[in-house]
């Protein structure tokens, strides 16, 4: 979804994990970076970054909040949204064949693509079919996913984003850092030198007012949409029953991208399907509110295979897979497909407020990046930093209660831990957790061993000076080095109850 | 009515003044409490972990303490915290059906039923917001992610605390976001943890509260922690120390826990 959120903010200088550098772009996109905690750790020291995060997010959660609020039937709506997305994963291949039937009846030809790669070389392909070597693009997180503008330059094709945030995102060689505001992480000023250092059109006295910012990439990219042939977009939804796509943006360049070109690919994850037009009453009421905290979206764009003399005249439509069935094999992990990538639990996420998206080391960051990606990538083990994404929250779910659809985060985060230990459990040697973890479990399901056991912890009195402690050794540093604990106290509560109420059951 | 109390592991070993508290409170309204003896742990810190595994047994010495409420040995159960009660109401049933004993889930379950949070147990069940507690002392309420958007508990507690005599509830800025505790996650992610604690100390001596309360004593402890820290002076007590005490038997306050 494309959005303008007016430009983004004043954005601070971002700290050296917040972006990947010009030209250095990730092998994959889902999969870069050291792991969350210490990508969390460095970005935690740019506290500029911090305010501004903090600044940006608590207004987007503002504007949503109040438009959500004026929605007398906003839970109706969500349990409709989730309902919908269930019964889409339930009917996954029967829906896919039909809107596939709907596609090439009105025109279009569909093409299946297992895996980034195989993707990447069929619009690499089709877009070597029409002889062009540019092409325009529509802000698209599917082609994010797979590094689609990285695969066509590797071609010769130089792909532009159209999308401003987007469109600043790429002139830097950056990642982008949210799913909706992709340059989040960029402050006015810095925008302001990357359109002097990347954009040949810009006059030299441009200043970093948001108007004239905007202006300049607006001119900018004219030009390309007037000379382009081929378009490259996303599909925020795509309707079985009529072989509909749609995309909902607030700028107006997705419009001309899927309108003035003679050819039009269109990259889609296999879960964005709706069953019926009427499906989309509720999605279109849910996401924008969502999203960009406004009523409706400025823009819907809908097509139905190619109109003769209306639009491109040559309709392609890559439906991707790339992880997505491994999820729906998991009867708890399927909801993360129900995502409408709307972006709002990005927004309320404290962790996501306070270490930015690059933490995350994939496209999809926040939580919904923290159950999407290692579901994609089939993370799993140690070596793998997406494995520690299901751990990179405190599970406070502020995310599962301005979902749209209602996806049960915390829950699925929890589930997604449990099957990293699970998968840890054919190693030969137990980690540190592993032995902790299953001492705990002995010590606490029985009284006879738990309680000598919380009385042993009165030996912590040792430590403390004034009723607190404020050093241990490790792992116990992890947590004094930033926090005291308080000195354990001289009787247990089950102590108490036997000294006060006697030792049986009852008082 | 006969109340049976789950003391939680934490408040058995680190923090016994809260369920001592919630004892006192519900003695001095009348009602009868009960300590199953074979109580330890809910499970909790296993399964946000992941080791639904080493949880499992944690579960079932739950749920085999406390099935007697089912037989009407008591007539509820009652938890000082409110992640332990989101975990008891929707995490035991999942973690034994996923680990395929559904018998258990379906007496985890049972036993789910008749298990109140104390703010519930007392606004709910036992019809009451006055408690004739007395408190003369300025108090802001973190309100807790799991009492919150776990288990619902809404505006119960600040009802509560709102018929104390003398005290003063004024409002916590960001009341509702995350103190970053997180169990583990206070472990594993440090300072990510220690940079959300930050604002919620630094929003807490915003108030001027001299207390700050919260009906968990995990996030008590964890904020108490970055209170002494920074030498706030502000002290962390639980609901229940507020609602216990009386004009005859003040609490004390001081201290960061
Ligand atoms: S998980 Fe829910 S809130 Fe987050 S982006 Fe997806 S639809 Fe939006």
């Given at each position: 979804m494309s959005v303008d959120l007016g430009m983004p903010g004043v954005w601070a200088p971002k700290g050296a994990a917040q972006t990947s550098g010009h030209g250095a772009h990730p092998a994959d996109p889902l999969r870069w970076g050291p792991t969350f905690p210490e990508a969390a750790a460095e970005a935690l020291g740019d506290r500029q970054l911090r305010r501004n995060l903090a600044r940006a997010t608590s207004t987007i959660r503002g504007k949503r909040a109040a438009v959500v609020g004026e929605v007398t039937d906003w839970e109706e709506l969500r349990d409709a949204g989730r309902a919908i997305k269930t019964r889409v994963m339930a009917e996954l291949p029967e829906l896919l064949l039909q809107l596939e039937e709907q596609v090439t009846a009105r025109g279009g030809t569909v093409h299946w693509a297992r895996d980034a790669a195989e993707a990447n070389r069929i619009v690499a392909d089709l877009v070597k079919a029409t002889g062009e070597t540019e092409v325009v693009k529509v802000k698209s997180m599917?082609?994010?996913?797979?590094?689609?503008?990285?695969?066509?330059?590797?071609?010769g094709i130089e792909a532009v984003e159209t999308d401003l945030a987007e469109l600043i995102v790429q002139l830097a060689g950056d990642m982008p850092s949210h799913i909706l505001v992709p340059a989040i992480h960029r402050s006015r000023a810095e925008i302001r030198e990357i359109f002097l250092a990347r954009m040949d059109d810009v006059p030299r006295e441009l200043s970093d007012a948001p108007a004239e910012l905007a202006e300049a990439a607006r001119l900018h990219l004219r030009r390309t949409f007037l000379r382009a042939k081929v378009a490259i977009s996303g599909a925020n939804f795509a309707v079985a029953e009529t072989g509909t796509l749609a995309v909902v943006e607030s700028e107006g360049n997705g419009r001309m991208c899927l309108t003035l070109p003679e050819t039009l690919i269109t990259v889609m994850g296999i879960e964005k399907l709706v069953p019926t037009w009427r499906d989309l009453e509720v999605f279109l009421q849910l996401l924008p509110r969502s999203s960009t905290g406004e009523r409706m979206n400025p823009y819907t764009s809908m097509w139905?295979?190619?109109?003769?003399?209306?639009?491109?005249q040559a309709f392609h439509l890559v439906l991707l897979d790339n992880g997505?069935?491994?999820?729906?094999?998991?009867?708890?992990g399927r909801a993360a497909l129900h995502c409408i990538r709307c972006s709002a639990c990005l927004n309320v996420c404290p962790v996501y407020e306070r270490v930015g998206g690059h933490a995350y080391g994939s496209v999809y960051p926040g939580p919904i990046g923290a159950i999407l990606t290692p579901q994609l990538t089939g993370a799993a083990g140690h070596g793998d930093p997406g494995s520690s994404l299901p751990y990179a929250s405190t599970l406070c779910g502020a995310c599962y209660d301005v979902c749209p659809v209602k996806i049960d985060i915390p829950a699925l985060l929890v589930d997604l831990r449990a099957r990293q230990v699970d998968g840890d459990r054919r190693r030969i040697l137990p980690g540190a957790w592993d032995v902790a973890m299953r001492g705990a479990s002995w010590a606490m399901s029985s009284a006879k061993r738990f309680a000598p056991a919380a009385r042993s912890a009165r030996l912590g009195r040792l430590l403390a000076r004034d009723g607190k402690i404020r050093s241990v050794p490790f792992p116990g540093s992890l947590w004094t080095r930033s926090r005291d604990l308080p000195a354990p106290p001289e009787?247990?509560?089950?102590?108490?109850?036997?000294?006060?109420?006697?030792?049986?059951d009852e008082a | 009515m006969r109340i049976a109390l789950l003391a939680t592991c934490i408040g058995e070993a680190m923090f016994p003044r809260a369920p001592r508290a919630t004892v006192e409170l519900l003695e001095r309204l009348g009602h009868e409490v009960v300590y199953p003896q074979g109580q330890a742990c809910c499970g909790q810190m296993h399964v946000?972990?992941?080791?639904?595994?080493?949880?499992?047994?944690?579960?079932?010495?739950?749920?085999?303490?406390?099935?007697p409420v089912l037989d009407g040995a008591w007539d509820?159960?009652?938890?000082?915290?409110?992640?332990?009660?989101?975990?008891?109401?929707?995490?035991?049933?999942?973690?034994?059906s996923r680990l395929g004993d559904e018998a258990l889930a379906t007496r985890a379950a049972r036993v789910a039923d008749r298990t109140y949070e104390l703010s519930e147990l007392l606004v709910d069940v036992l019809g009451t917001v006055d408690v004739g507690a007395y408190f003369p002392h300025r108090v802001t309420l973190h309100p807790t992610c799991h009492s919150l958007r776990m288990i619902r508990v809404g505006d119960r507690p600040q009802r509560l605390l709102r018929a104390v005599e003398d005290l003063e509830l004024v409002d916590l800025p960001s009341a509702e976001t995350c103190c970053g505790f997180g169990g583990t996650f206070s472990l594993k992610n440090a300072p990510t943890s220690t940079a959300m604690l930050e604002d919620k100390v630094a929003a807490i001596r915003s108030t001027g509260a001299e207390v700050v309360t919260a009906g968990d004593y995990s996030c008590l402890m964890h904020i108490g922690g970055g209170l002494s820290r920074e030498g706030a002076g502000v002290t962390t007590m639980h609901l229940a120390e507020i609602l216990a005490s009386t004009r005859e038997t003040p609490a004390a306050v001081g201290g960061a826990w």
């Open positions: 599917a082609t994010q996913e797979i590094g689609l503008n990285e695969a066509l330059a590797e071609e139905t295979g190619v109109t003769k003399g209306d639009g491109p997505r069935t491994r999820a729906l094999a998991d009867d708890v009787e247990t509560f089950r102590d108490w109850w036997s000294r006060t109420r006697g030792d049986g | 946000n972990t992941g080791y639904f595994t080493e949880a499992l047994p944690v579960i079932r010495n739950h749920v085999e303490a406390f099935e509820a159960v009652v938890v000082p915290s409110g992640s332990c009660t989101g975990s008891i109401r929707h995490q035991q049933a999942m973690v034994a």
